[in-house]
């Protein structure tokens, strides 16, 4: 079964900073709390369940989109190993690789995407699951699928922790288990980057146009 996101409306405002705990050091380059880490780990569990139910004891390859979406493919694989220990049983096998897959410069998607970190060549015949944080223009994600689907996979699906809604979206692409829909901000934490930074913050947050100054790479 499809998991469809979580919609964040537009006109959402977020939840105040001071409602929640942030590192002091970020505090001056946040908007806003868009969703709490609580909220995001509770939803991941649902998707964790679903993949648990589709493959139905079919072995799995995972890839792992470094580096934003290892907290991500992290907290899937936790509660996975959770089912497996209270699901009578049944278990789900699974093997994993974790690959970059680099568009970002700053806050901007470049045109130009690089894949490293596996022979492709050894997904042939394989039930492949791509972990993702982000999905924005859908460039990075819709290269990497082609690129998969001349290995002859057996199978190939993505789960995406986020969709942007975006005027830049230039792919009609969507994913197998999404997390949520989100308004086209700049989002960070939970390891979702700028220029490396904000990784460390447990909540996904909208960065302001300080931060953005603030931690600019010249």
């Known amino acids: 079964m499809a998991t469809d996101p979580i919609i964040i409306q537009d006109d ?3 939840y105040s900073l001071d409602k929640f705990v942030v590192p002091p050091h970020y505090e001056d380059s946040l908007e806003s709390v868009l969703i709490p880490n609580g909220i995001i780990r509770d939803r991941i569990e649902r998707i964790a369940m679903d993949i648990h139910q589709d493959y139905a004891g079919k072995p799995i390859h995972f890839l792992c989109v470094l580096k934003g979406a290892h907290q991500f493919f992290g907290d899937v694989e936790f509660f996975m190993k959770r089912l497996h220990r209270y699901n009578g049983g049944q278990s789900q096998p699974y ?15 470049k045109g130009d995407v690089k894949i490293t970190g596996i022979d492709l060549a050894e997904l042939k015949g394989e039930q492949v699951l791509i972990i993702e944080d982000i999905i924005d223009t859908g460039k990075t994600m819709d290269k990497l699928l082609k690129k998969i689907r001349t290995m002859d996979p057996a199978s190939l699906k993505v789960a995406s922790l986020l969709l942007k809604r975006t005027e830049k979206r230039e792919v009609d692409l969507h994913a197998d288990y999404a997390g949520f829909e989100i308004p086209d901000h700049f989002v960070v934490g939970y390891c979702l980057d700028y220029n490396q930074n904000f990784r460390d913050l447990d909540h996904i947050c909208v960065i302001n146009d300080k931060g953005k100054e603030k931690y600019k790479i010249y």
Do not use: T, V, W
């Not at 994993?96 to 998607?109: H, N, P, R, T």
């Open 95 to 109: 093997s994993e690789d974790f690959i970059k897959a680099s568009s970002y410069d700053g806050d901007q998607s």
């Open 12 to 14: 959402h405002a977020g």
